[in-house]
């Protein structure tokens, strides 16, 4: 019997937050692979704030998904045929599979579709989504590579109980830091605190910022690495230390602005400071993934770090999960389960 792939494409550019009528569901039959090709079922899909922005027209540092095509998404899948000698029926891979239950890669896109084995002896194929996959890059090379952490300095992380922030915090514990997280709620704060080790943590919806710095970094922020933008970015601004590092790794808070987006009030701090801000995109460190997939399987193998999922089950709940990110609903890194094996 011919397989059948459910699929969800980009149906219409949202304004504001997406909504049920950005989508389209439909269905194709699964196709074999030709020589050098291979057909990978999709386990599970990342869902990430970037996808919002994907869904924009306009210059980014990556093409828009067109109208009608499949929704653009990182995944774990199972290698279910296979004409390629470098992939094995039965392997588990990881691949920008997109927002469906099959992805048919012919031989000359696999490297652009990302192929790559994953080992399920570093981690889970959940955590293959989250610290061993992009965001937890995201959160090395954002960390090491632009904040460069010192033993004794002081990193404040936002979106601390998310995918990138519980990465960048555990990290900057082990490189010597004192780390003040920022989130949304007490449970979060609680987890990021009690679980991840963090040395303190902001409730933003229900505390002044502005204090809690006050109250958490008294030697001031050496290193702020950003994942929200808009006005928790200006506040920590105003704590920064001389030679300070700002890591711009995202600014979920104006993904869904329907005005132009808030831009950094308090840049001024940046000169007072001699202070630098400096922007970050993960695919630019893909040659060195490896490395850093390495050090990080063994922090979580020797227990220096662990990891949190958030795992929402079937695919034709990817628009609502999708939502969760913009309203905090995720707790840990947003994962879609679209097939047990
Ligand atoms: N530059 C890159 O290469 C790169 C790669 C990956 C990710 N990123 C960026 O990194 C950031 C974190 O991504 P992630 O995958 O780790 O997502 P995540 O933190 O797992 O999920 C998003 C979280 O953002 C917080 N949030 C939502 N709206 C907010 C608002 N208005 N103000 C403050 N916080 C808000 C929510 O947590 P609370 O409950 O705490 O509010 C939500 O759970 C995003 O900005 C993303 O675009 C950048």
């Known amino acids: 019997m011919a397989l059948?792939?459910?699929?969800?494409?980009?149906?219409?550019?949202?304004?504001?937050?997406?909504t049920a009528a950005n989508w389209q569901h439909t269905t194709e039959p699964v196709a074999q692979p030709d020589d050098g090709g291979v057909l990978v079922k999709t386990l599970a899909l990342?869902?990430?704030?970037?996808?919002?922005?994907?869904?924009?027209e306009g210059k980014s540092y990556i093409a828009p998904v067109g109208l009608g095509?499949?929704?653009?998404?990182?995944?774990?899948?199972?290698?279910?045929?296979?004409?390629?000698?470098?992939?094995?029926?039965?392997?588990h891979v990881s691949a920008g599979l997109g927002v469906q239950e099959y992805l048919l890669i012919p031989a000359d896109q696999i490297r652009r579709s990302g192929l790559v084995a994953v080992d399920l002896r570093l981690g889970s194929l959940t955590q293959w989504l989250n610290v061993l996959g992009m965001p937890g890059m995201t959160g090395y090379f954002g960390l090491m590579d632009v904040g460069q952490p010192k033993a004794g300095e002081t990193l404040v992380v936002s979106g601390a109980a998310g995918a990138v922030g519980q990465t960048v915090g555990q990290l900057a514990k082990i490189k010597g830091c004192r780390v003040?997280?920022?989130?949304?709620?007490?449970?979060?704060?609680?987890w990021v605190v009690n679980t991840l080790g963090f040395?303190?943590?902001?409730?933003?919806?229900?505390?002044?910022?502005?204090?809690?710095?006050?109250?958490?970094?008294p030697d001031g922020v050496d290193i702020y690495f950003d994942n929200v933008g808009g006005e928790i970015l200006d506040t920590v601004l105003t704590r920064i230390n001389r030679k300070a590092r700002i890591v711009i790794c995202g600014a979920i808070s104006q993904y869904n602005a329907?005005?132009?987006?808030?831009?950094?009030?308090?840049?001024?701090?940046?000169l007072v400071n001699r202070a630098r801000m400096e922007g970050i995109v993960v695919f630019d460190y893909a040659d060195r993934y490896p490395l850093a997939v390495a050090e990080m399987a063994g922090y979580l193998k020797d227990g220096r770090m662990?990891?949190?999922?958030?795992?929402?089950?079937?695919?034709?709940?990817?628009?609502?999960?999708?939502?969760?990110l913009f309203t905090g609903a995720n707790f840990g890194k947003l994962v879609l389960k679209v097939a047990d094996h």
């Open 180 to 190: 003040v997280g920022i989130a949304g709620g007490q449970a979060k704060c609680d």
């Open 69 to 91: 095509e499949v929704m653009r998404a990182g995944g774990v899948g199972l290698v279910v045929a296979s004409k390629n000698p470098k992939f094995a029926v039965g392997d």
């Open 4 to 18: 059948i792939n459910h699929q969800i494409r980009l149906a219409a550019r949202p304004v504001g937050l997406p």
């Open 258 to 270: 329907t005005t132009a987006v808030q831009g950094p009030k308090n840049y001024l701090s940046l």
């Open 46 to 56: 990342s869902l990430d704030p970037a996808m919002r922005g994907w869904m924009n």
């Open 306 to 324: 662990t990891s949190r999922e958030d795992v929402v089950e079937g695919l034709s709940h990817f628009p609502t999960a999708l939502t969760q």
């Open 199 to 217: 040395d303190a943590c902001i409730d933003y919806k229900n505390s002044s910022v502005k204090d809690g710095l006050k109250q958490h970094c």
